[in-house]
């Protein structure tokens, strides 16, 4: 009798000591399933240099937020709207999280596909004309914020008369299909106006009439303005090769245009809004903000660099306080 009430309380010890132990596991198995996985979809316009930053820097941010918990879908438009639309659907049918539109022709397609998952814009100049907005407060009210890359247009105009002093006419050269292209040269226009140059506007459909119209252009003035603008930056070798030979400059709005067929420009940092509007999407992913909420952010610095390759060819003798690319 002994014996077996001895075992009994064995069996009893190590009953209690083996339930303690799941309990003191327990929590780590919990954590372990609470580590929650988000799914973003990624639309960017174009490739080229100002889009590529952009989206890198949203990346970046959500990967130091969200180590191994973020399954990006990045898929690029190829400068075609149509392709926009068609790549945010497909993101709308997989039920994404969030999705982050690169360019303002990526922001109307993810606005067109969907009114409940929550979008962040990103390298939209003014989301007023880009989504048809009359009254604009700072923030959309909607599913939709996100960042702008719109620099000061009233400096960027005033780079002109520095520049070139003795310059009479001004091509303002851009897409016609970008809303927010057509909003720049607008105010540009008023700018220079109160500067006393005269200006010509000279707008291009698609890839396939930018030559041809940048050679228009080059006819009619003594230097080109190109606003930030998606289209003539993923063409801007092909600019280039049109208005260096007619010894027509350009100053541009964005430092890779520039790069490719600028004189200088008064630029942001395109890696820096994409870093912003990250911290955006980390707000909302957590609860921490939402999204009708958010105002658009801007960027904080504006640079000025010039093209030393260009100004080379050109015979032009970079103006001081502009710094050369760093390549």
């Not at 208005?243 to 400059?249: D, G, M, R, T, Y």
């Not at 890779?256 to 008064?266: F, H, P, R, S, V």
Request: include cysteine; charge should be negative; aromatic fraction near 8%.
């Amino acid at each position: 009798m002994k014996h077996a009430k001895r075992t009994l309380s064995l069996l009893i010890i190590f009953s209690v000591l083996f339930l303690a132990g799941c309990q003191n596991k327990a929590p780590e198995t919990k954590g372990t399933e609470e580590k929650k996985q988000y799914s973003i979809g990624i639309v960017q316009l174009a490739q080229h240099e100002a889009l590529d930053a952009a989206t890198k820097g949203f990346m970046d941010v959500l990967n130091e937020k969200f180590p191994d918990q973020v399954v990006f879908d990045v898929q690029n438009a190829s400068g075609d709207t149509t392709n926009c639309t068609t790549i945010v659907n497909g993101f709308v049918s997989k039920k994404v999280d969030l999705i982050m539109a690169n360019a303002t022709p990526a922001l109307q397609a993810a606005a067109s596909a969907t009114d409940t998952i929550p979008i962040l814009g990103t390298s939209v100049t003014h989301y007023a004309p880009a989504l048809d907005i009359e009254e604009w407060t700072g923030t959309v009210g909607t599913n939709i914020s996100g960042t702008s890359d719109l620099a000061d247009l009233k400096q960027q105009a005033a780079m002109i008369p520095e520049w070139f002093p003795d310059a009479k006419t001004v091509s303002l050269f851009y897409c016609s299909s970008e809303a927010n292209s057509a909003f720049q040269v607008e105010e540009v226009e008023k700018h220079l106006a109160e500067l006393g140059l005269e200006t010509k506007r000279f707008s291009f459909t698609d890839t396939n009439d930018v030559a041809s119209v940048a050679l228009a252009a080059c006819k009619e003035s003594d230097v080109i303005y190109i606003p930030t603008d998606n289209t003539a930056a993923s063409n801007a070798e092909a600019i280039a090769n049109v208005i260096l030979p007619e010894k027509v400059p350009a100053i541009a709005g964005e430092i890779g245009l520039c790069k490719g067929c600028g004189i200088a420009t008064l630029t942001i940092s395109y890696e820096d809004i994409g870093r912003a509007t990250g911290e955006m999407a980390y707000k909302i992913l957590t609860g921490e903000a939402k999204v009708e909420e958010m105002p658009i952010e801007y960027a904080p610095n504006f640079e000025k660099y010039y093209n030393p390759t260009i100004c080379e060819q050109l015979g032009i003798t970079p103006l001081e306080g502009y710094k050369p690319f760093e390549d």
